[in-house]
């Protein structure tokens, strides 16, 4: 077996057997599980806990009478124009009403303004529901006003849909959708940039360990320099990306299941197939059947099997030139908090990336775009956000290509400075110290 293979396989098994490693492994998918199920669990503990809420409604303009309608959690109670709002107030202080909608009369008499009163915090969906209700009887009287019917004014308001065609010689024409294009193009960015920062601290910290091991010292007078950060690297690496399966595994697993156990009775209950039910009448329905064509139409149009192999390459090689710069900086420093100015400085490529995401999402194929995708510090990140937006061949290969030379090269040094930094302590190194170990 080659030094190679003995140091990957060292720095592998030592690190997946530690206990720390098994730990956060497993509780970590159930954080992630636990944070995708909490918000729905507790909106619907919340729905089923709320109680229900009385308002009183004190309306000088008249203009709103009965437009309020009362519902399951909230119930509207109109008072004499003639009541005092202090009266009012007085009672809500009291626990009479929950609350008191007070709508002044105004000089012009075109309510805009309103006040409620409450004791407890409003929940955002009743000033929301007041708001609109307002604002639609508000809109009408001004309309007839002036003389124009309402029913005229909604039956011309149009709907304008542009599709967008994307031509291509070889797969011909098809619909682009940029809404879903972009957001899956900075949700794999966004992977990318917490999954290399998450797993290259390993490396990084793993190298400084090595450092206070004084048996490295033995190892390094037998093995190439080259073959030992090689092997480091990629062990280390191989470590964090076996962990990051699992969690994907784990938390999907643990979600399905808790999904069906905790949410599954409450989605279906209390009337059983009435989900089913009313799910079957929309799409029943012309415009359910429009609504399905067009998902089915979006998914069709996304090239997965090109965004995932894409992923895959940037993922893992983009993974292993951060784990390679930061073992070198772990070769230059004895601590971890010698190594956060340099860490700092090492993310600001990545950083400018997330920054420009959004002009490359504007325009993926503009010249920054392009730039971004070529370097190789950037380019994990800003390739990942114009793949689905459709990428020429040519740029992908070009860019891949620089990105593993650029892991090479980059090894090569980082191996370097190991050899020479594994026997500095308490020393910080200078430029010129660094670029003397490089021509040893």
């Known amino acids: ?28 998918p159930l954080f992630f599980a636990a944070l995708m199920i909490a918000p729905s669990l507790m909106m619907m503990k919340s729905d089923s806990m709320e109680a229900k809420k009385t308002i009183a409604v004190l309306d000088e303009t008249g203009w709103f009478d009965g437009k309020f309608e009362s519902s399951d959690i909230n119930t509207f109670i ?11 107030k007085k009672f809500v202080l009291e626990g009479i009403y929950d609350a008191a909608l007070y709508i002044p009369a105004t000089s012009l008499n075109v309510p805009t303004n309103a006040k409620l009163y409450s004791n407890k915090q409003i929940p955002m969906s009743l000033s929301s529901y007041i708001k609109s209700e307002m604002k639609q009887e508000v809109e009408h009287r001004k309309l007839l006003a002036h003389g124009i019917d309402p029913k005229i004014v909604k ?13 291509d010689e070889e797969e011909g024409e098809k619909t682009s959708y940029a809404e879903l294009e972009s957001i899956i193009g900075l949700a794999l960015a966004v992977i990318v940039y917490f999954v290399i920062f998450l797993f290259s601290n390993q490396v990084l910290r793993g190298v400084i360990e090595e450092k206070s091991n004084r048996i490295i010292e033995v190892i390094i007078s037998s093995v190439k320099p080259f073959e030992l950060m090689m092997g480091k690297i990629i062990g280390i690496a191989l470590v964090g990306l076996t962990q990051f399966l699992l969690w994907i595994v784990l938390t999907i697993g643990i979600y399905l299941v808790a999904n069906g156990i905790i949410l599954g009775p409450e989605i279906m209950s209390p009337s059983g197939t009435v989900m089913t039910e009313e799910i079957s009448q929309i799409v029943d329905t012309t415009q359910g059947q429009d609504i399905m ?14 965004i995932l192999i894409t992923f895959l390459f940037y993922f893992v090689f983009g993974f292993l030139l951060y784990a390679a710069l930061f073992a070198a900086v772990g070769g230059m420093v004895d601590n971890e908090t010698d190594s956060n ?48 937006f459709g990428v020429p061949y040519w740029q992908v290969v070009v860019s891949l290509l620089i990105l593993v030379l ?8 980082a191996a370097k400075i ?21 021509k040893y």
């Open 406 to 413: 650029t892991f090479v090269f980059i090894t090569w040094i």
């Open 341 to 388: 100015q340099f860490v700092t400085i090492l993310s600001m490529p990545l950083i400018v990336a997330i920054v420009c995401s959004t002009a490359m999402i504007n325009n993926p194929d503009s010249g920054l775009g392009i730039w971004l995708s070529m370097i190789p510090f950037t380019s994990p990140v800003s390739m990942m956000i114009r793949i689905p």
């Open 418 to 438: 190991y050899r020479t930094g594994i026997l500095m302590y308490g020393k910080k190194p200078n430029l010129k110290e660094i670029w003397k170990w490089l």
């Open 1 to 28: 077996m080659s030094n190679f293979s003995v140091i990957l396989k060292r720095e592998y098994l030592t690190r997946v057997k530690k206990r720390s490693f098994l730990i956060i492994t497993f509780l970590g």
């Open 78 to 88: 109109y008072t004499d124009i003639n009541e005092d709002i202090d009266s009012l």
């Open 293 to 306: 064509l067009e998902v089915v139409s979006m998914i069709e149009s996304i090239n997965f099997k090109a």
């Open 155 to 167: 039956s011309v308001n149009t709907s304008i849909n542009i599709s967008t065609i994307r031509m």
